[in-house]
């Protein structure tokens, strides 16, 4: 091995010794030779193969894997259990505030209290009511208000709002009724009856209002009952015709007839008197008033639900 001219040496080996510690340049790089300077023996090389570690322990050799049991031909092997079926993966937690809601299934008729139990109290009962009227009656007035100030969760739901969901194409009914009309009539009351039900069997009552003919089965109460179910409530709401003209008179956009066609309608609905259902004549009543009697008539309804 050549080293750099002017660098030092690396230390010596000694006989039985590990390399040097604690070695300095200073210390074997002592400069000119003087006379009668004593030098020390000559170093003495390690012996070929040293390495300056004492030599290790022979390791005994490993026993002799035992052979495998011989077994006589035609012997079956015996099978162990069988691994179990992989496992899916559990599903992943939800971590966004989902609350699972049930389905929505036909409204059942209400449940009758027993004769030893007090009055049935609407107000506190999870119901289906249906308000039935001509336009201009205040359907969609005491609906709110009665909606609004229940004890339970409720809901109002116009068939009229839902009606105007459709923006392009939109059948007008000052356009009167056609083909066109009754299909997205009937759209919209299937879109209220599913609404509704699934309001319903989530604890929230619904209050539906819609202008239901009596003389035409179309638009009557038996696409409401199959809609929602049998658990109903339908009330007529029909104030006298001066009434119903001068509240149609305060309404804008396709929301206002013209007179004839509210004295027409109104007419119709008269046929409800003698049908069995309940009716509210409204005329001299406000808002609060006619929500009042509104409870009334469906405290009775629950006591004993009307045959429709």
Known sequence: MQHAVGSPLPPPHQPGHGPAVGWSPAAHHPGPHHPGTHQGPAPVPPAPGYTGQPPSAPVPPAPPAAPAPQRPAGTPVPQGPPAPPPQPAPPARDTTGHVPLSGGGPVGVPTAPSAASAAPDPAATTLAVLLIGPAGAGKTSVAKYWADHRRVPT?????????????????????????????????????????????????????????????????????????????????????????????????????????????????????????GLPIIDNSQLDIPETARILDDVLARAIASPPKW
């Not at 356009?175 to 989530?202: H, I, K, M, P, V």
């Not at 027409?264 to 609905?269: A, P």
């Open 155 to 275: 809901a109002h739901i116009s068939l009229d709002d839902v009606r105007e969901w459709v923006r392009s194409g939109f059948a007008d009914p000052q356009s009167g009724w056609n083909d066109n009309s009754e299909a997205q009539y009937r759209l919209a009351r299937r879109t209220c009856g599913f609404a509704a039900r699934n309001f319903l069997a989530n604890g929230i009552s619904c209050i539906l209002d819609d202008a239901v003919f009596p003389d035409r089965p179309v638009v009557g109460l038996g696409g409401w009952k199959r809609h929602v179910g049998p658990g109903l409530l339908p009330v007529v709401l029909l104030p006298g015709l001066d009434i119903v003209l001068e509240r149609n008179a305060e309404r804008t956009g396709n929301r206002r007839l013209t007179d004839e066609e509210v004295a027409r309608i109104h007419g119709r609905m008269a046929g409800w008197y003698g049908s």
